[in-house]
């Protein structure tokens, strides 16, 4: 059995994929999709995200952007999203879907997935018997950051002279994109599957049910000095055959007109996209349901040993009421609980350093929700502002993102008044019109960094542990390719992220 530790969209997604392997899994997380996951923006944007000194993620995102169509479209199968209009039953998602039921205690494997062999997919419309094992423990902090891919595997990267291929997303059955009208949107999406067919409808279900949208990102610079350090990323990413164009401060207000009207130029990525992380994670807990994969809720507090190699986890008790005068702690009678497991992955995001020697640091992240009837912008927009690096992302309901702050506080994961402000003062530079919208919420998560930005993934050095964390601010973007490196995929870039390249955990 293979158990997850961390139920965030990379572990979820690791799981998923497992499982439709026919392999034997168990996520375990004490509050699985609302850790870092739950905050982030859910930006498939490695062109924009691009600098000077982060080329190998430049490679990993690029790799990964071309895996999110095919990804998608699997997951909303899987899921038993339906595109707009289509016949069949559906599944709902909201951020707060908890697909787990309550069930006793176990110390063995809660599932054996009898009978499922293949892809290990049920039928459409389908439920399996077998549920999920729930331990109801209170204590949060296991949420990772970020998911798995589906489907074909990807060409590499980079070829030898250092150049990215075309960017059709070819991979993926898409289209190369061609130029776009005066909206600015490439005439063929680079992320079709074609006019018709079962992939055009998964991936139609996905873009509804994920809020899964390609319209690119628009990065804008307000002075000469912006626009020269935009001119020299476009330079860099044409040297590396990465598509982008360089817009005036009128081509940039056509392309959005509530830009402030201070904007002096900008560069427009077409194949950027993003999409809603809550729903990601509520799909992929109902694809983990229908597979029969049970979710833990359990904090997990030490990795056990046998000999030298990790054998399991052991799960904290559940916490009791609190009594005057007396700590909460385990109930009487309790026992400690384990998992046995032939691998241990470890996607617990920020908190992985808390079960292994493995270089990851919680970097606190502030991001804001607002809301209005009709949407303020089309695409993705971000800038610099004061310094400070600030985006604002359309949701398809209205909801419009703003993020995001970074700070180095450890653990703390208080909303702030000056996080508040500077998001909100930032944002109506670029968009003047932010402060006419609804507050809808405000929360703050833990990116899991590391010392060079690059995630850890792949064998520990340690028999049984594998390591999938350390995502920083890309992990929704990694999570098709995390999946498969950690399959023996994409051996070329899975050098990049090995954990080879610090010292062994232990």
Known sequence: MDVIVGGGVVGLSIAWRLARQGREVVVVDPSPARGAS???????????????????????????????????????????????????????????????????????????????????????????????VVTPHGETGHAGSTPAGAGPAAASAVPGDGRFPAF???????????????????????????????????????????DLRDDGTLDVAFGPDDLAM?????????????????????????????????????????????????RVTAALLAALERLGVPVVRARVTELLRDGDRVSGVRL??????????????????????????ERVVLAAGAWSGELADVPVRPVKGQIMRLRSAQPLIGRCV?????????????????????????????????????GVYELLRDARELVPGVTELEVADVVAGLRPGTPDNLPVIGPSGIPGLVLATGHHRGGVLLTPLTAAILEGEEADLATLCSPARFKDVS
């Open 38 to 132: 739950y905050a982030a923006a859910g930006m498939l944007a490695p062109i924009s995200e691009v600098a000077y000194t982060e080329e190998p993620l430049l490679r990993l995102g690029v790799a990964s952007l071309r895996r999110w169509p095919a990804f998608a479209a699997a997951l909303a199968a899987d899921a038993g999203l339906t595109a707009p209009g289509s016949d069949g039953p559906a599944t709902t998602l909201t951020a707060q879907s908890d697909t787990s039921v309550s069930a006793p205690r176990t110390t063995t494997t809660p599932n054996t997935h009898a009978g499922q062999s293949g892809s290990a997919v049920p039928a459409e419309g389908t439920l399996p018997t077998n549920t999920h």
């Open 382 to 418: 971000r800038g610099t502002v004061h310094g400070n690096p600030v985006y604002l992302v359309p949701r398809g309901d209205g909801e419009l993102v703003v993020g995001a702050t970074q700070e180095e506080l450890g653990f703390d994961t208080r909303v702030t008044a000056g």
């Open 230 to 278: 935009l001119d020299e990323q476009a330079g860099f990413m044409e040297k590396l055959g990465l598509p982008v164009e360089r817009l005036t401060g009128r081509e940039c207000r056509r392309l959005e007109p509530m830009l402030a009207p201070s904007v002096r130029g900008g560069l427009l990525a077409r194949t950027d996209a993003w999409v809603d992380p809550r």
């Open 168 to 210: 059709d997303l070819s991979s993926a059955g898409g289209r190369r994109p061609s130029a776009g009208g005066e909206d600015g949107r490439a005439a063929a999406s680079p992320w079709g599957f074609g006019e018709s067919g079962e992939g055009s409808e998964r991936l139609a279900a996905a873009r509804a049910g994920l």
């Open 316 to 341: 904290a008790p559940p916490e009791s009421g609190a009594v005057p005068g007396i700590s909460p702690g385990a109930p009487p009678g309790w026992e400690p609980e384990t998992l046995v497991a």
